[in-house]
């Protein structure tokens, strides 16, 4: 799949998953956005990519935040001239039990996991359908959405609400934009990280074992997927999730 002269806004594209989107489009010749509110890592990244400098437009910003995300639509426009996909791949977490969860914290996952994927969509709806194709936004939500580990509520929301969202626009935007989720399982990203976060795998042979699949995910796996997902190939799919998990939450597991 080809992607020479499309415009991309990769959010959280600096580091793990994002960071395997935002490279798996720039190698198929696209023009990206890569957007992150990290910015030492954005810097390490676009230090790193310095010969693909043509195709980036590095940006800061926290996509919580209308403002921002209207200015980094905004300058993509203006420096692209153009847009044809968006890929909400911005998330957090947050620690802490039910009981000792601070609500900020609640807030302030759902605002970025969730309020920044809407904002994104109102903002570059408009440009995305100016095209002969469908313009098209993915939506990178969790197996979380589906199946919990304890103390996950924050995060498990976030990502269910994205998924009734990817429904709910593919059918307010269709048909000038598709609008899709992705729902990663376990993916190792430890050397996917800014430098100073990076870790060495700390993977066992039981983790990947549980997977029917027989491995732990990578982030190449779901880049893979968004480019697929966002091809014309995939032109009859929209509002529907992707769950690619190397078939973790179809697999029966019993204590022995």
Same mark, same amino acid.
């Given at each position: ?5 499309h ?7 600096a ?12 190698d ?5 956005t890569?957007?992150?509110?990290d ?12 010969? +693909?400098?043509?195709?980036? *437009?590095? @940006? &800061? ?5 209308e403002? !921002?995300v209207i200015? $980094?639509?905004?300058?993509?426009? +203006?420096?692209?001239?153009? *847009?044809? @996909? &968006? ?5 957090i977490? !947050?620690?802490g039990? $039910? ?13 970025v ?12 709806y ?8 469908p313009?098209?936004?993915?939506n990178i ?9 304890p103390h996950?509520?924050?995060y ?7 998924l009734a969202?990817t429904h709910s626009?593919?059918?307010s935007?269709g ?12 993916i ?12 060495a ?5 039981i983790?990947?074992?549980q997977?029917p699949v ?7 796996d ?5 480019l ?5 190939q995939?032109g ?6 992707l769950?690619?998990?190397g078939?973790m939450?179809?697999k ?5």
């Amino acid at each position: 799949m080809e992607y020479q002269n499309h415009v991309v806004i990769v959010t959280g594209g600096a580091q793990g998953i994002g960071r395997a989107i935002t490279e798996a489009y720039l190698d198929a010749g696209a023009f990206v956005t890569v957007v992150d509110a990290d910015p030492e890592a954005l810097d390490e990244w676009t230090e790193s990519h310095a010969a +693909q400098s043509d195709h980036v *437009l590095p @940006i &800061v910003a926290d996509v919580s935040d209308e403002a !921002a995300v209207i200015r $980094l639509t905004e300058a993509t426009l +203006q420096h692209w001239g153009r *847009l044809h @996909i &968006v890929i909400n791949n911005a998330g957090i977490t !947050a620690p802490g039990t $039910l009981g000792s969860r601070p609500t900020a914290e609640w807030d302030r996952v759902i605002a970025v996991n969730l309020r920044g994927p809407y904002l994104l969509a109102k903002y570059t709806y408009d440009a995305l359908g100016r095209h002969d194709q469908p313009g098209v936004i993915i939506n990178i939500a969790s197996t979380r959405a589906l199946m919990s580990e304890p103390h996950t509520e924050p995060y498990s929301a976030s990502k269910g609400g994205l998924l009734a969202l990817t429904h709910s626009l593919a059918v307010s935007l269709g048909p000038r934009v598709r609008v899709n989720a992705i729902s990663p399982g376990w993916i190792d990203v430890s050397a996917w990280k800014k430098s100073a976060a990076r870790q060495a795998e700390g993977l066992r042979p039981i983790d990947h074992q549980q997977h029917p699949v027989g491995r732990v995910g990578r982030p190449e796996d779901i880049a893979q997927a968004c480019l697929w997902l966002t091809s014309p190939q995939a032109g009859f799919i929209t509002g529907t999730n992707l769950v690619i998990d190397g078939g973790m939450t179809v697999k029966m597991i019993y204590a022995e």
